[in-house]
């Protein structure tokens, strides 16, 4: 089971979009997707229409150590798609992870519950340093962090997200190694000169830091995902072919790129993923 973790300590940088679309066409290609919300703004709870609401979620998840999936996760309407929703409507959980002696490691702890029943797990975090932040990171293989191409942007990656990662290497001590951290630039503008110059210095900075990729695929700022999120779709079902006079490929294509990237074990499954429409929206059932 692999685990990626969408993280950024900057709010507003598209982590729960890029979330829910990553998951839902890695489910479209026939593997069994978990989300896992926790975000208290609980956008990703409610990204998606839900067939099966599960009577808890992220709270008895982590407050209570639940381990009966039937008490957890909720079915959304994309086939293979599930979701442990959020549900601290307190704001206890922060607290009650400082003061646990495994708070930080106790998502990691509970991860080997899910194995048997999901090819991949998708963690969505808040845009905060928080310790569910940390705990996130701690239980993840992969961590990807989306930065828009703006200098305030490029500015609070460095002195937020970069110094959190920094901060948890002490782990490696008890023989658990952080993530290598991967920056998705996204939202990036069709034509600005200020943002491709950004851009080009994120990669010229990281491009000899082994532990800092900087992902080939961006996403650039094309109204298919706001059109979307609102339709409660994801978008690669939503835009399926390039609009005619536009250089950016089709968001198929975009969120196909990032999966193979992040993902490269399954790029077989990846390629047969169409998202057209045809009474329902295409897609590879898991055999």
């Not at 890695?26 to 839900?50: F, H, K, N, P, W």
């Not at 998502?107 to 808040?126: C, S």
Request: with cysteine.
């Amino acid at each position: 089971m692999q685990v990626v973790s969408i993280i950024s300590t900057k709010g507003g940088v598209g982590k729960t979009t890029v979330a829910a679309n990553l998951g839902a066409f890695i489910a479209d290609a026939g593997l069994r997707v978990l989300l896992l919300d926790l975000d208290m703004q609980l956008t990703l709870s409610s990204y998606y229409e839900l067939k099966h609401r599960a009577p808890g979620g992220i709270y008895e998840l982590l407050a209570f150590n639940e381990r009966d999936l039937a008490n957890l996760v909720s079915r959304t309407v994309i086939d293979n798609l599930d979701l442990v929703l959020s549900n601290d409507e307190h704001r206890q959980l922060n607290t009650l992870l400082l003061h646990a002696p495994d708070g930080r490691l106790r998502l990691r702890n509970l991860m080997p519950n899910f194995q048997p029943h999901y090819d991949l797990v998708v963690i969505d975090t808040q845009g905060a340093r928080s310790v569910l932040l940390e705990m996130a990171l701690l239980a993840s293989q992969q961590a990807v962090s989306p930065v828009t191409p703006e200098i305030l942007a490029a500015r609070e990656l460095r002195r937020g997200t970069l110094q959190l990662v920094e901060d948890i290497t002490p782990y490696r001590k008890l023989g658990i190694e952080p993530p290598a951290l991967q920056l998705l630039i996204n939202r990036v503008p069709a034509v600005s000169s200020n943002a491709r110059l950004i851009q080009q210095t994120l990669r010229l900075i990281f491009q000899e830091q082994a532990s800092i990729q900087v992902l080939a695929t961006e996403i650039p700022a094309i109204e298919a995902f706001p059109r979307a999120a609102t339709r409660g779709l994801p978008v690669h079902r939503v835009e399926h072919r390039r609009p005619s006079g536009r250089q950016a490929l089709a968001a198929l294509e975009i969120v196909r790129g990032l999966a193979n990237e992040l993902c490269p074990q399954w790029q077989e499954r990846f390629a047969a993923v169409t998202g057209k429409a045809g009474g329902r929206f295409a897609h590879v059932e898991r055999p």
